[in-house]
């Protein structure tokens, strides 16, 4: 199994950011697949999931209206698309798909600031 994140970067508060998750090693279309941050000096934290079969949504509070996740089952990839960003949200972002055991990507650095 291999996750390999991208789009990260420095955006401005208020702006917008793109994540892209690239999956393979599994059915990636059977997979339920979810979004997790890690901020310096704090705890890793869910962020969103997507599930397999009816493409179902769920996020944490701190990202509900401004976050979206989705997929292409096609592609292999999973997004997490921020809207609005806030200073708060800077943070490492990772994918996370649990086959068996929990898979992790390396992730993506986003740092919102001005």
């Known amino acids: 199994v291999q996750l390999v994140e991208s789009g990260g970067g420095l955006v401005q508060p208020g702006g917008s950011l793109r994540l892209s998750c690239a999956a393979s090693g599994f059915t990636f279309s059977s997979a339920t697949l979810r979004w997790y941050r890690q901020a310096p000096g704090k705890a890793r934290e869910f962020v969103a999931t997507?599930?397999?079969?009816?493409?179902?949504?769920n996020y944490a509070d701190s990202g509900k209206g401004r976050f979206t996740i989705s997929r292409d089952n096609a592609k292999k990839t999973v997004y997490l698309q921020m809207n609005n960003v806030k200073p708060e949200d800077t943070a490492v972002y990772y994918c996370q798909v649990q086959w068996g055991v929990a898979y992790w990507g390396q992730g993506t650095q986003v740092t919102v600031s001005s």
């Open positions: 997507i599930t397999s079969t009816t493409g179902s949504t």
